[in-house]
């Protein structure tokens, strides 16, 4: 990064103060090094942090065409980021540029050290955020996507990859000139893209979220072997709320997320009315700030493995089978698994999903539609997020609610905005009817308040049509309501605790649900608000309610 050190650089890379270097010391190995000597490699799993005590360490970034300097560290620097909390494979090769001597921390004292001790807390972790940011900026990883702008295969890979904050490298089969090469190199046809490579090897043709996290380490910290004291079902608002507590006050908690930390909240192109956040914050922003503070109090997160079955125990041992087939066993669960945007029962849209419709208005799709027209559908909060930030770099956002307006439904500050945005257009008591298209979407058709139908040749729909609960899983262990939510607490009928054998002299508490020992918190459980702070909120609250049970 350049010679001259500027202040953002003193933020990324800083020196050690040798006050620091003193507390720092006892808690590592010392060791010396070669120049020329590769200390770790893009891919090596869990190689912690490495202080400089002498010489030059280099960090690299191998590339498919050529490698990349990503920094050179003097004496008092160190490196690392933020997946060296998590235990994930390092993202760079560092060699010895300079023959000298290194202290390096494994993953469990980084842990440590990052959780008890304040000073070197703030300056670790400031450094490790910066560095993932400049990798995502410079698309600095161990991940090259190799795709088309037309293909929802395509599209489906970057936002998971965005989504989960991976740096990787993007390759546009109809626009970048050394794509032939590549795909020859790696004898790869133009009709098999989507390809993802991985660390400069393995091809990994089309694939599914979970080979993409296998193949990079996302799910590395599952631990089937290990008995959790808590283990949370997604990664969303109430989810992390729940492992931040409960990590933090020293019990030893598994996430498992089916797709990205953030839930459905993380596809919010700006959250406005969270309360410390005045200039409003995206949605990825809040995902990626939980998921790093939860790794800084020790919780692990496993990403792209879904709960499948719950086993419920009438005590002790939940276990909770995972999509590959692990089983893994907690004295305690937090059901999390959130909701997703309902499906509109219309023919197409199962055709032009992720080629014209869309559930989540994020940079990425901000970027497909520029300077195009599009609908947004639905009168909650999201739609309206998803319309302010689209009428931002698109010609029209049309906004179809079948409503008489935006009272009802949305944030007063959300509806002035959009009526007074002369890019949006707000259809009230309107229906989407009709889409039509080849390869991908090209007309859209409504029917408006006085029953006569609109057509617009658009090629983007985004659907935010209100929510069903991620509880299809469940099997018939915990009791439902009629619209699928999870009931707790006092909403639990009393002859569902019998047939139940509900063990306890108690009743269940505030967030349990029938099964000893087995919580809902957010989107998922029934009678909850649906907004990121009440998901939050219960989330923490549920931890008190963790700790009772486990003393019980």
Same mark, same amino acid.
């Given at each position: 990064m350049a010679e001259a050190r500027t202040a953002r650089e003193e933020d990324l890379f800083p020196k050690l103060t040798a006050a620091q270097l003193a507390r720092l010391t006892p808690l590592g190995t010392r060791r010396p090094g070669k120049a020329g000597e590769i200390l770790f490699e893009q891919g090596d799993p869990a190689p912690g942090m490495h202080v400089v005590l002498s010489g030059e360490l280099e960090l690299i970034r191998p590339g498919l065409l050529h490698d990349d300097s990503v920094v050179v560290l003097a004496p008092g620097q160190f490196s690392g980021e933020v997946s060296s909390l998590a235990g994930r494979p390092s993202l760079v090769t560092g060699c010895m540029r300079e023959p000298g001597e290194l202290l390096r921390v494994d993953v469990e004292m980084l842990r440590r050290v990052v959780r008890d001790e304040v000073e070197l807390s703030?300056?670790?972790?400031?450094?490790?955020?910066? %560095?993932?940011?400049?990798? $995502?900026?410079?698309?600095?990883?161990?991940?090259?996507?190799?795709?088309?702008?037309?293909? /929802? +295969? =395509?599209?489906?890979?970057?936002?998971?990859?965005t989504r989960n904050a991976q740096p990787f490298a993007y390759l546009d089969v109809e626009r970048d000139p050394d794509v032939r090469v590549l795909l020859e190199r790696f004898h790869v046809r133009v009709d098999?893209?989507?390809?993802?490579?991985? %660390?400069?090897?393995?091809? $990994?043709?089309?694939?599914?979220?979970?080979?993409?996290?296998?193949?990079?380490?996302?799910? /590395? +910290? =599952?631990h089937v072997e290990r008995v959790r004291d808590v283990v949370v079902i997604g990664g969303g608002p109430g989810g992390m709320a729940a492992a931040v507590y409960a990590s933090s006050e020293g019990l030893d908690v598994l996430v498992v997320e089916a797709e990205a930390p953030g839930g459905q909240a993380g596809t919010s192109s700006r959250i406005e009315n969270y309360l410390g956040f005045p200039t409003g914050i995206s949605g990825q922003e809040l995902a990626g700030r939980a998921f790093t503070q939860a790794q800084k109090f020790g919780a692990d997160v496993s990403v792209a493995r879904r709960a499948v079955k719950i086993e419920c125990a009438s005590n002790g041992l939940h276990g909770l089978v995972l999509s590959n087939g692990a089983v893994v066993r907690a004295k305690s669960v937090v059901i999390a698994s959130g909701a997703r945007y309902r499906r509109l029962g219309l023919p197409g849209v199962d055709r032009f999903e992720g080629v014209g419709i869309h559930h989540g208005a994020t940079a990425l799709e901000a970027r497909l539609c520029e300077g195009e027209e599009v609908i947004v559908v639905g009168g909650a909060n999201s739609a309206g997020q998803a319309a302010v930030f689209l009428a931002e770099s698109c010609k029209r956002v049309h906004m179809l609610v079948r409503g008489s307006g935006l009272a009802s439904t949305m944030s007063r500050y959300?509806?002035?905005?959009?009526?007074?945005?002369?890019?949006?257009?707000?259809?009230?008591?309107?229906?989407?009817?009709?889409?039509?298209?080849?390869?991908?979407?090209?007309?859209?058709?409504?029917?408006?308040?006085?029953?006569?139908?609109?057509?617009?040749?658009?090629?983007?729909?985004?659907?935010?049509?209100g929510a069903e609960p991620n509880t299809e899983w469940l099997d018939g262990c915990l009791a439902l309501d009629e619209h699928g939510f999870v009931l707790t607490g006092v909403d639990i009928p009393p002859d569902v605790l019998v047939r139940g054998k509900w063990p306890m002299q108690r009743p269940p508490f505030l967030l349990e649900t029938q099964r000893h020992r087995i919580f809902a918190v957010g989107d998922v459980r029934a009678g909850s608000m649906k907004r990121v702070a009440a998901a939050v909120g219960e989330g923490s609250a549920c931890v008190q309610y963790v700790h009772r049970v486990l003393a019980e």
């Open positions: 703030d300056l670790f972790m400031r450094a490790f955020i910066l %560095r993932r940011v400049e990798l $995502l900026a410079r698309g600095f990883g161990d991940a090259t996507l190799i795709g088309s702008r037309h293909s /929802a +295969a =395509t599209l489906r890979l970057q936002e998971f990859l098999e893209v989507p390809v993802v490579i991985c %660390r400069g090897s393995r091809v $990994l043709r089309n694939p599914s979220d979970e080979d993409i996290a296998s193949c990079l380490g996302f799910d /590395a +910290a =599952t959300l509806a002035r905005r959009i009526e007074e945005n002369p890019a949006i257009t707000l259809w009230t008591r309107a229906e989407l009817v009709g889409l039509e298209g080849d390869d991908r979407l090209k007309i859209a058709r409504w029917r408006k308040s006085d029953g006569s139908i609109e057509s617009r040749n658009l090629g983007h729909v985004f659907l935010m049509i």
